[in-house]
């Protein structure tokens, strides 16, 4: 899919650094697309700076704009639905500082859903500015990791090797315990 899109960027490569932002607008509208396919084609075409700050400029403003999406039309709704729920209304209810810090936390957490912490700050009491904020300074080492395993990927040297060994190993594992239980 990567390289679909490099020669995609080759072909319209004025308009290449829209382009990948807009694709990450549209992944983080849609909430459950994975964008390191987008980051490993920023990388291959951009290089691995350049193509790393396209990413985390497309996905912080996927990011804000998936945000005021989710708030005008999931607030209402969501909020009464969920608030059976005593945790997840402390999570809707923090503001300022607190709210700044449970969303910086959440983003830095890699198991995390990044459509989930947008939903959940959209449909909260949180500001838009804190919620921009925390998750685009919360989005930087998760995407450092991810462009750095994803350069050591298409290169295929050690550090790669050693990665997809790994993500392999783990694949293996869950499939395992799965059929198992």
């Known amino acids: ?32 697309v994975p964008s390191v396919f987008l980051t490993a084609a920023n990388i291959l075409f951009f290089g691995f700076w350049n193509g790393t700050l396209i990413s985390f400029i497309g996905e912080a403003v996927g990011a804000a704009v998936s945000f005021v999406l989710y708030r005008k039309g999931f607030k209402k709704v969501s909020r009464k639905k969920l608030g059976d729920y005593p945790q997840v209304v402390r999570l809707l209810e923090a503001k300022g500082k607190e709210a700044f810090i449970l969303i910086l936390s959440l983003r830095l957490l890699p198991f995390v859903p990044s459509g989930l912490v947008t939903f959940a700050g959209a449909i909260g009491a949180v500001s838009a500015g804190i919620f921009v904020a925390a998750s685009s300074i919360g989005k930087l080492p998760a995407l450092l990791l991810e462009a750095y395993s994803v350069y050591n990927v298409t290169e295929w040297n050690t550090e790669g090797k050693i990665i997809l060994s790994v993500i392999s190993a783990i694949g293996i594992y869950v499939i395992v315990k799965k059929v198992r239980s």
């Open 1 to 32: 899919m990567s390289e679909s899109l490099v020669t995609f960027f080759k072909e319209f490569s004025e308009w290449a650094i829209l382009i990948s932002i807009l694709l990450n607008v549209v992944i983080a509208i849609l909430g459950v």
